[in-house]
C-alpha cells in the first residue's frame, strides 16, 4: 500500500489528498518513517505529507473504537460529510465479474475492457442522478 500512495503521489500536483482506507487510523501511522525505505524519488515533500487528509469508510468505522471514529470520519471533515468513502468497495462488486475475462488479455485489451466497464459504471451513475432528485422530491 505505501508504494502504491507513494509513487501515485510522486506524480500529482494535487495539494488537498484525502485517502479512504478501511484501516487508515493503523496504515497512515509511521507512514512517513516507512517511506523513507523506499526510494528517494518516491519521498514527498514534509508540507505536502503534512496536508494528507485520512479517512475510513462510512460503513467500517462503526467497527473502530470511539477514537477512531471520531478523528478518521468523513463527517468531521470540510466538504467530504456526505461522502461515505464507499464507492470504491460498489464498484469492485460491480468489476470483480469481469477478471475471468480479462486475465487472459493482452494489457491493452485488458485496460481497454475495465476502462470500457468504469466509464459504463459512472454512466449508470449520471444516469441516476436525476432519478435520485425525482425520488427525493416525491417521497
Same mark, same amino acid.
Given at each position: 500500500m505505501d508504494f502504491l500512495a507513494l509513487y501515485t503521489l510522486m506524480f500529482s500536483t494535487l495539494t488537498f489528498i484525502a485517502f479512504s482506507y478501511d484501516i487508515a487510523c493503523q496504515w497512515h501511522r509511521n507512514l512517513n518513517t516507512r517511506m523513507q525505505r523506499l526510494p528517494q524519488e518516491m519521498w514527498i515533500a514534509p508540507d505536502l505529507f503534512q496536508a494528507l487528509l485520512f479517512f475510513i469508510p462510512k460503513l467500517h468505522i462503526y467497527a473502530h473504537g470511539p477514537k477512531c471514529?471520531?478523528?478518521? &470520519?468523513?463527517?468531521?471533515?470540510? /466538504? &467530504?460529510?456526505? =461522502? $461515505?468513502? %464507499?464507492? #470504491? %468497495?460498489?464498484f469492485w462488486a460491480h468489476i470483480n465479474p469481469a477478471s475471468l475475462?480479462?486475465? %487472459?488479455? &493482452? #494489457? *491493452?485489451?485488458? @485496460?481497454? =475492457? +475495465? $476502462?470500457?466497464?468504469?466509464?459504463? /459504471?459512472? /454512466?449508470?451513475?449520471?444516469?441516476?442522478? *436525476? +432519478? &435520485?432528485? @425525482?425520488? =427525493?422530491?416525491?417521497?
Open positions: 471514529q471520531y478523528k478518521y &470520519s468523513f463527517n468531521y471533515q470540510k /466538504w &467530504s460529510a456526505r =461522502t $461515505d468513502g %464507499e464507492d #470504491p %468497495e460498489r475475462s480479462t486475465r %487472459e488479455m &493482452s #494489457p *491493452g485489451a485488458r @485496460f481497454d =475492457t +475495465l $476502462d470500457s466497464h468504469a466509464a459504463h /459504471w459512472n /454512466w449508470r451513475k449520471i444516469v441516476k442522478f *436525476g +432519478l &435520485s432528485v @425525482f425520488m =427525493t422530491r416525491v417521497s
